[in-house]
């Protein structure tokens, strides 16, 4: 089955610099890529995804990269604020979108104002 | 739209007690997971419902969790004879069939005492 690891588990920038997330999978044939905020207390929330068709994506201050040659992918934030602290979880699915998805272990991001 | 509903939001019971767990997930959406998240720790599979088929069971961590999802609409997760390892947060999950990201529910906390 799929495996995700992700790196840092912890991550400390200053406000306004920017913070880099990384993943790598196992599985060749995952196609699909979400990354999800959670706030404390909170559920899980998608902030942005990529599927294998596309190198990167990027929506304002957030974007991710996909190096299928290398499977691993990385979410970045420019310009961090205060409210970007949070954990940021990464996944990888297969190519149908039907199986199951795998999560990594999760990144505890602080913004020092 | 309405989102995944998922009750109760918090749950206290004895250890060896037996718990239902009940998630109504994203009308259409025909994949439905189960995610366990432990105070500070990541996102743990448990189970995955697609469609009409059979159920991916591969995470549920001993015989004595279940779940069942009646009439491709709502699921319920079993945990019976509960122990207090058991207490966390139970996340529910839905999404469409093709790629596509997931839908969490505000997860019930359960409690073993």
């Known amino acids: 089955g799929e495996n995700v690891e992700q790196h840092p588990s912890t991550l400390s920038v200053q406000e306004g610099d920017s913070a880099v997330i990384k993943c790598t999978y196992s599985?060749?044939?995952?196609?699909?890529f979400p990354w999800y905020k959670q706030e404390l207390g909170k559920r899980p929330q998608l902030i942005i995804d990529?599927?294998?068709?596309?190198g990167e994506k990027k929506d304002q201050r957030i974007a991710v990269t996909l190096n299928k040659t290398a499977k691993h992918f990385s979410l970045h934030i420019t310009e961090t604020q205060p409210e970007d602290s949070a954990v940021y979880f990464c996944?990888?699915?297969?190519?149908?979108?039907?199986?199951?998805?795998?999560f990594g272990t999760g990144t505890r991001l602080t913004i020092i104002p | 739209g309405a989102g995944v509903s998922q009750s109760p939001s918090n749950k206290v019971t004895e250890k060896g007690k037996d718990v239902e767990l009940r998630c109504d997930p994203i009308?259409?959406?025909?994949?439905l997971y189960w995610y366990r998240q432990s105070l500070g720790q990541g996102l743990e599979f448990l189970i995955y419902?697609?469609?009409?088929?059979?159920?991916?069971k591969s995470g549920l961590p001993s015989d004595r969790f279940s779940a069942e999802r009646t009439g491709g609409s709502v699921s319920t997760l079993t945990i019976q004879r509960t122990q207090q390892e058991d207490s966390a947060v139970y996340l529910c999950?839905?999404?469409?069939?093709?790629?596509?990201?997931?839908?969490f529910g505000n997860g019930t906390r359960l409690t073993v005492t």
């Open positions: 999950a839905s999404r469409e069939p093709v790629n596509s990201p997931l839908h």
């Open positions: 599985d060749s044939a995952s196609n699909y």
């Open positions: 990529i599927r294998s068709n596309v």
């Open positions: 996944a990888a699915s297969g190519f149908l979108g039907n199986e199951k998805l795998t």
């Open positions: 009308s259409g959406h025909t994949a």
């Open positions: 419902f697609q469609g009409n088929s059979a159920p991916d």
